[in-house]
């Protein structure tokens, strides 16, 4: 059963920057999709970028293109989420996901979650 972990819980002002972290454990590293998922005060799961096992032509709502970079390292199990010119409209809690397939980017292909870091962005 695979496990993802997040970390830096994280307050940062409007321009600001942000590098969010996900270890996982209990699989296949190499093997699984992994994306990252925000979820809004008041809204629904949404997809924000994922990247297959190799990394490369990595996927980004279009809300976040051009700001976020999804990056993964393949001997360390980990990916991560480098926001950069974070707006106050990105302030959710951010989730690590984890999928079999190749990429679906959707929060019903997701195979594994982590718990969730709070991101908030002040004004």
């Known amino acids: 059963h695979v496990q993802l972990v997040e970390s830096v819980v994280g307050l940062v002002q409007a321009g600001g920057s942000l590098r969010l972290s996900c270890a996982a454990s209990g699989g296949l590293f190499i093997a699984l999709t992994m994306a990252w998922f925000r979820q809004a005060p008041g809204k629904g799961r949404e997809f924000v970028a994922g990247?297959?096992?190799?990394?490369?032509?990595?996927d980004y709502a279009d809300s976040v293109k051009g700001r976020f970079t999804i990056s993964r390292d393949n001997g360390k199990n980990t990916v991560y989420l480098q926001m950069n010119s974070l707006k106050p409209e990105d302030t959710a809690v951010y989730y690590c996901a984890a999928e079999r397939g190749l990429g679906a980017w959707t929060a019903a292909r997701v195979d594994y979650w982590g718990k969730g870091t709070l991101v908030t962005v002040s004004s």
């Open positions: 990247a297959t096992w190799s990394g490369r032509s990595p």
